[in-house]
């Protein structure tokens, strides 16, 4: 009797401890299951991030011709680039601040993000906002004979540039930034003060975004006076470096144009660069290297230009930067005035 109990005992016991391993099993598995599902999230977000990365519209860098006064500008760009500082290229439309800013972006070997700004732009079209849906699926077969199912749909937040480029460490390039209304770019201060991007719309740990140790800033605008520009609020432009530029002088211009414009002979470049550098000095509208670059590219492919057809080309690339039609007699009076007098 005695030793029959005591076998009992014995196989009560082992049962106990084997329903034990089993419900620790069971409980690890659940856990198992739950580390790689967050796992797999956190892979398809990460691919998600890269790939909306990729996928950013960059402009293509352009022919790029490096004279002393322009190593002289880069030059400074660097150095407050390297202690973490924004940059904020000023300038006249048509002065080459782009071109600088994309060609010393490139040079840094980080993604580039590109943002071009306008009147329409908003804090979520820099930050981003909840606008896609997501489907989530849940599966469980780890009890026998029953399958347990969930589907889960939800907003997805999106990634805008400015975002992508604070968590990924890019170059933003922030063309036409004072095009945009400063209400929008009022999240800008605290990525240059205190290094924290603050994301409108998200909840908790994820409203906050840490800054990049590599992300650097590139701003560029044209001067207040021009049209449909918007003069940036004092706390964001005690955080930029302002650096000015002009038009650059007649060699760098020659040199321009000439590696735009294929096949055209230097003796040809520095007429048309004359002509609009005569152009700038008296006309009251802005008559930039890009405009001595459209003209060479209309001039070139005729082998001897009369003074009534470069006249033409002229007052074609420039005509558009007059407010009437009236004007554009005037226009085509002052051209023909500064080809008979060159």
């Not at 006309?283 to 470069?310: H, K």
Request: glycine content about 4%; aromatic content about 4%; some cysteine.
């Amino acid at each position: 009797m005695t030793n029959s109990s005591r076998e009992r005992k014995v196989r009560g016991s082992q049962i106990r401890s084997s329903r034990k391993n089993k419900r620790q099993q069971q409980s690890q598995r659940r856990e198992d299951k739950s580390l790689d599902r967050l796992e797999k999230q956190r892979e398809q977000s990460e691919q998600r991030t890269t790939t909306e990365l990729d996928d950013q519209f960059i402009p293509e860098e352009q022919p790029f011709v490096e004279t002393e006064v322009v190593k002289q500008t880069k030059d400074r760009m660097a150095r407050w680039l390297d202690v973490e500082r924004p940059v904020h290229l000023v300038g006249p439309t048509g002065c080459g601040k782009t071109a600088l800013a994309m060609h010393v972006a490139h040079e840094r070997d980080r993604p580039v993000v590109w943002i071009n700004g306008d009147a329409e732009l908003t804090t979520s079209d820099l930050v981003g906002e909840y606008a896609e849906k997501e489907r989530i699926s849940e599966r469980d077969k780890y009890i026998h004979n029953v399958v347990k199912s969930k589907d889960i749909i939800r907003d997805r937040w999106v990634d805008n540039p400015l975002t992508l480029a604070v968590r990924e460490g890019a170059i933003l390039v922030y063309n036409e930034f004072s095009r945009t209304k400063p209400v929008a770019n009022n999240v800008l201060l605290s990525v240059f003060e205190e290094g924290v991007l603050e994301l409108p719309g998200q909840h908790g740990k994820s409203r906050y975004v840490d800054v990049h140790p590599d992300f650097r800033a590139i701003l560029t605008s044209n001067s207040v006076e021009y049209a449909g520009v918007h003069e940036p609020q004092d706390a964001l432009l005690d955080r930029l470096i302002g650096i000015y530029m002009d038009f650059y002088d007649h060699d760098t211009e020659v040199e321009i144009v000439c590696s735009h414009v294929d096949n055209i002979s230097t003796e040809r470049a520095e007429s048309v660069v004359k002509l609009m550098s005569e152009l700038r000095e008296r006309l009251d509208i802005d008559v930039g290297t890009r405009a001595a670059i459209m003209a060479a590219e209309g001039i070139e492919p005729i082998d001897n230009p009369d003074r009534s057809t470069i006249a033409a080309i002229c007052v074609d690339v420039l005509a558009s930067k007059v407010a009437q039609h009236s004007e554009v007699q005037t226009l085509r009076d002052e051209v023909e005035a500064v080809i008979e007098n060159i």
